[in-house]
């Protein structure tokens, strides 16, 4: 699959399967921050947070995460699924987008306009 079709079903919600679980292609950002910490990576359903401080365990509850970047920022509603201590002082969370159509916003701030989009891993 080609990044630029990657980036289509990205965008169009096609990559979550029926559990709401993100299959791949994750897109690894660079320079992507929002108020939990650094956005490791994004996905169809979801994103990865790497933090100092662990944000709390799996819930329902929908928070609103600001995620910007030198090329824009987006609000977007979402829900904690899971966090993992990975190592002294260092937390994965990861998190689920509330509505995923929503979330089409981070393509456009996580865009490099000189590089292209976000490698796909």
């Not at 994103?47 to 987006?74: A, M, N, Y």
């Amino acid at each position: 699959m080609s990044r630029f079709e990657a980036l289509r079903k990205l965008q169009s919600g096609e990559l979550v399967d029926s559990l709401g679980l993100r299959s791949k292609p994750r897109f690894i950002t660079t320079m992507v921050t929002c108020g939990a910490g650094e956005v490791l990576d994004i996905c169809a359903g979801g994103l990865r947070v790497v933090s100092k401080k662990p944000s709390g365990g799996p819930s329902d509850q929908i928070h609103t995460l600001t995620v910007q970047s030198p090329w824009g920022h987006c609000n977007l509603e979402v829900r904690i699924v899971w966090t993992k201590k990975v190592s002294w002082r260092r937390f994965e969370t990861g998190v689920e987008f509330v509505d995923p159509k929503e979330a089409s916003g981070l393509l456009r701030i996580c865009w490099d306009p000189l590089n292209g989009p976000a490698k796909a891993a």
